[in-house]
């Protein structure tokens, strides 16, 4: 009996050991992808390219004014023309029609964007996920960098899973001073200094865009610089 016993104890370990990579589901292939959005650029991260993973895995549209993102990989999208300077607001309104259940995936907008077509792109993304956390994180020449790290925030809306939720997602640059918002709400704040420098951005200053993540489905309204 002891030795039974002791099989069901390794087998539950087993078990839980194996959980947390059982949740890192693995990015599918979208039918039907690719960029029509006039304009529009994108790029999956390095590690999903290295697995032969690209952009067209993945589907970006446009329709009557609201993009629609079917991701496949985690994924930067942008269009060249789109850039800011100085002082500015960058907002988009991010619908995710049913959330991914156990598995919640942050989508926002990157700032600060250089080399974007390259294998080094630098840029700094604020992103949400529909259980109430929000995440700062980037490239400085393709190397990930984290200003700050993943955290629940009582401004993030949360959806029950499979359910709906909106995040309206913004980044606002002033003098010395870039803020993400969530909701109307402040969620994260930096000095020029902790953004900008070695290992960081080459400038507040740049490309804007839109951050998915993996197997995410998305509508984002409204999206544009004030």
Request: some cysteine; hydrophobic content about 40%.
């Amino acid at each position: 009996m002891r030795a039974k016993g002791s099989c069901v104890v390794v087998a539950l370990v087993a078990l839980a050991l194996a959980a947390p990579a059982m949740a890192q589901d693995a990015d599918r292939t979208v039918k039907g992808g690719g960029i029509t959005a006039k304009g529009w650029q994108g790029k999956v991260d390095a590690g999903a390219a290295k697995q032969g993973k690209t952009i067209n895995d993945s589907r970006f549209e446009e329709k009557n004014g609201t993009f629609h993102i079917a991701a496949g990989s985690a994924s930067t999208y942008w269009n060249p023309a789109n850039t800011a300077k100085g002082d500015y607001t960058v907002s988009g309104t991010f619908t995710e029609p049913k959330m991914a259940a156990g598995h919640p995936h942050p989508y926002g907008i990157f700032i600060g964007g250089s080399n974007m077509e390259t294998d080094k792109p630098t840029y700094v993304y604020c992103v949400a996920y529909g259980n109430g956390d929000v995440l700062v994180r980037g490239f400085s020449d393709g190397t990930v960098w984290n200003p700050s790290k993943r955290a629940p925030n009582a401004a993030v809306h949360k959806a029950e899973e499979g359910g709906k939720v909106t995040q309206n997602i913004s980044w606002s640059v002033k003098g010395d001073q870039a803020q993400c918002s969530v909701n109307g709400t402040v969620v994260a704040s930096f000095a020029k200094a902790d953004l900008v420098g070695p290992g960081k951005l080459q400038s507040l200053d740049g490309i804007y865009g839109i951050r998915a993540a993996h197997n995410v489905d998305i509508l984002v309204a409204n999206f544009g610089k004030k």
